[in-house]
């Protein structure tokens, strides 16, 4: 510790033992130590727990839950600044309890420290009561069930006023008025009433995901904003998120050593731009956890755009035992026994659930065509940029690729083909062939000349997507994202079992970078290596790189090389290896596969159709894009009114 943090009294010792003479020292008395009132204790404890009226409903509605409520009913005024009130029909507090209810670390839900690690409660540490009623003006209500009458304790600001007998319904009413009157500062911090009805929202949809066998009630200045019945999990989803959501919700269900986990996950096609709608319940308590999080990225890792979050509502229960919920006092951070295992149940409970469901994006013809499109632009990274940047720019060089490959033999690189018409498409509608504008053999004289023996499997269109045939509908498939998505798949199969093909570079290329940059790539030559990239240090900020990955052999080396670069820096200090080379093969197989505008011939587009039954999640690209839109042939049928 540097000696200009030390506080006064330590950094005198530390001074006159460094050789000062002790007549120049300011003379410091030494403060007194003092016991706290207990109602600065609890306005330091209402400092860590009470944020904001969110956490108070947060913390009302879990004691509701934890004395067994089957209805609880909540209400704001003024965005919960001005009132919040929580009534319950639970177990109520018996009258001479009441006191002690409000008393800061008292508890009927532990006894003592080894309980701690077996709590089955919400609550635990008897301080959110205590706390709340040091920086509000609190009333609680209550009545047990085998009570004739109920009582009410009022507590301003930390001080208690008389316990007096009332009547009121069985069950436990608690109202807080004027939150944070007794504590400016904190007063200030509040937003306004929109952000805190939104904050206290949230806190309610929570418990509601969380506990859907609970009739749960909001009002807003008296305005109901939500009333939910008892229902179970999917209705309580659709409550809050709507149809659309629960169209894509995926079912996963695993157990593992006393860990079950269920719950939904939604399809890839609909995402955030935060990880807000990712709920992960543990124990029926919302946690926040970073390594959980991180499994939930990698499962979907090549099916959301970068920068895209997925959403799910996933439950863990597990013996109380084998996690501590007393982290922290918001009882939202947990410390599991044996994470690592719950990381690889959740990740490859999501992984296989993915490999077998389809989930290719069906086209929303009827509600609204946007939503496929504009998912596909959002999301900027660097690298869909660069995808982007592409769009239109015609190119001839489509690199040592299979389909690149085969393209050779039928047609010289970079001749645009006419629109190949197919057999498939003509026979959908019947009399379709014939229709004006839609026979390119009428339009074009050339049409059909280059036409290999055989049908083409697929029909071009705009350069940039193929239309196929279905047994129920149609396909249109984005060339370039199909196209990565195999090459990317390939390409790791192939560098998992030995380096990709290289090719010597006879003057090894200089390439100028930040010294940071230069140094991060050094750093990482054996993976890169792997890669078939050899990389060397040429002093100051420039690299050589000696040998290069032949499939790239197309694009200058200092532009990969800086693609590279960007996600090692993605990747951090300690990158994981197997992200890291799936980030690059990402980049490489972006950069290798055919371009949105490339002209493709048939047997590259058959080549392209075949292929993309060889390969696993063939309906998204690595950047999460979807390769493929479906329209079925009933949504066509709806469309032209037939039905
Ligand atoms: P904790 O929930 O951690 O025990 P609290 O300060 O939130 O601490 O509550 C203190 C105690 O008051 C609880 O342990 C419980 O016995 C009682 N209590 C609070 N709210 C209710 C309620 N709605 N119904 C019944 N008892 C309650
Ligand atoms: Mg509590």
């Not at 301080?127 to 009623?133: G, K, N, T, W």
């Not at 229902?231 to 149809?243: A, L, P, S, V």
């Not at 731009?273 to 992960?280: E, K, M, P, S, V």
């Not at 990402?586 to 490339?598: L, P, Q, R």
């Amino acid at each position: 510790m540097e000696a200009d943090n030390l506080p006064a009294v330590g950094r005198t010792n530390l001074l006159s033992g460094g050789g000062l003479p002790p007549n120049d020292l300011p003379l410091l008395t030494m403060p007194q130590i003092c016991q706290l009132s207990p109602a600065v204790v609890n306005k330091i404890a209402a400092g860590e727990v009470i944020e904001r009226p969110a956490s108070v409903l947060k913390e009302l509605l879990e004691n509701s839950v934890d004395a067994g409520a089957g209805r609880i009913d909540a209400s704001l005024e003024k965005g919960g600044s001005e009132v919040i009130r929580v009534r319950d029909d639970g177990c109520g507090i018996d009258a001479d309890q009441l006191t002690l209810a409000v008393a800061s670390h008292a508890t009927s839900k532990i006894k003592s420290a080894e309980d701690l690690f077996s709590v089955g409660t919400l609550g635990f540490r008897g301080e959110a009561l205590a706390s709340i009623a040091a920086v509000s003006r609190f009333t609680i209500r209550s009545c047990t069930r085998n009570a004739s009458t109920g009582t009410e304790l009022e507590v301003v600001g930390g001080e208690l006023q008389p316990v007096v007998p009332v009547g009121c319904p069985h069950g436990t009413t608690i109202e807080v008025r004027n939150l944070f009157y007794n504590t400016p500062v904190r007063q200030k911090f509040l937003r306004s009433t929109q952000t805190e009805v939104g904050h206290a929202t949230e806190a309610f949809t929570r418990i509601a995901l969380a506990y859907p066998q609970v009739h749960l009630t909001l009002t807003n200045n008296g305005r109901l904003v939500h009333d939910l019945p008892a229902d179970d999990f999917r209705g309580r989803i659709t409550k809050f998120f709507g149809e659309e959501i629960t169209r894509g919700l995926i079912e996963v269900e695993s157990e593992n050593e006393g860990v079950r986990l269920d719950g939904y996950v939604v399809n890839p096609q609909q995402s955030r731009a935060n990880n807000r709608t990712q709920y992960l319940f543990l124990n029926g308590r919302v946690i926040r956890d970073r390594a959980l999080q991180h499994a939930l990225t990698e499962a979907y890792r090549g099916l959301l755009l970068n920068g895209r979050y997925s959403i799910c509502f996933l439950r863990l229960e597990m013996p109380s035992e084998v996690v501590d919920v007393n982290v922290h006092p918001t009882k939202q951070e947990v410390r599991f026994q044996d994470a690592g295992r719950l990381y690889s149940q959740l990740l490859g409970t999501l992984r296989s659930k993915f490999l077998t469901t389809d989930l290719t994006a069906q086209a929303e013809i009827e509600e609204d065509p946007s939503k496929v499109a504009c998912d596909q632009t959002s999301g900027p990274s660097q690298l869909v940029a660069w995808a982007r940047n592409e769009l239109g720019r015609q190119t001839e060089s489509k690199f040592a690729s299979p389909v690149a490959e085969r393209q050779d033999a039928a047609q010289p690189a970079g001749t645009p083909l006419p629109l190949h018409r197919l057999d498939g498409l003509q026979s959908v509608g019947g009399g379709v062939a014939g229709s004006p504008g839609v026979d390119p053999a009428a339009d074009n004289p050339d049409a059909g000349v280059s036409l290999p023996v055989g049908k083409p499997s697929a029909l071009q269109i705009h350069n940039r997507y193929l239309v196929v045939e279905t047994d129920d509908g149609m396909e249109i498939i984005d060339q370039h994202a199909l196209h990565e998505r195999i090459l990317y798949e390939r390409i790791r199969i192939k560098v998992e079992t030995a380096p990709l093909e290289s090719q010597k570079l006879l003057v090894p290329e200089p390439v100028d970078l930040t010294a940071s940059e230069a140094a991060r790539i050094l750093e990482h030559r054996d993976l890169l290596q792997r890669l078939g990239l050899d990389v060397q240090p040429f002093g100051g900020e420039t690299v050589l790189v000696a040998s290069y990955p032949a499939m790239l052999a197309k694009i200058s080396p200092s532009e990969v090389l800086r693609d590279l670069v960007e996600c090692l820096e993605v990747a951090g200090s300690h990158p994981e290896p197997t992200t890291l080379l799936d980030d690059l093969l990402h980049s490489i197989a972006c950069k290798a596969a055919v371009k949105f505008g490339d002209p493709l011939v048939s047997a590259e587009i058959d080549t392209l159709l075949a292929d993309r039954h060889l390969i696993r999640e063939s309906h998204h690209c690595p950047h999460g894009r979807p390769t493929t839109l479906m329209f079925t042939r009933q949504q066509l049928d709806r469309q032209f009114k037939r039905i």
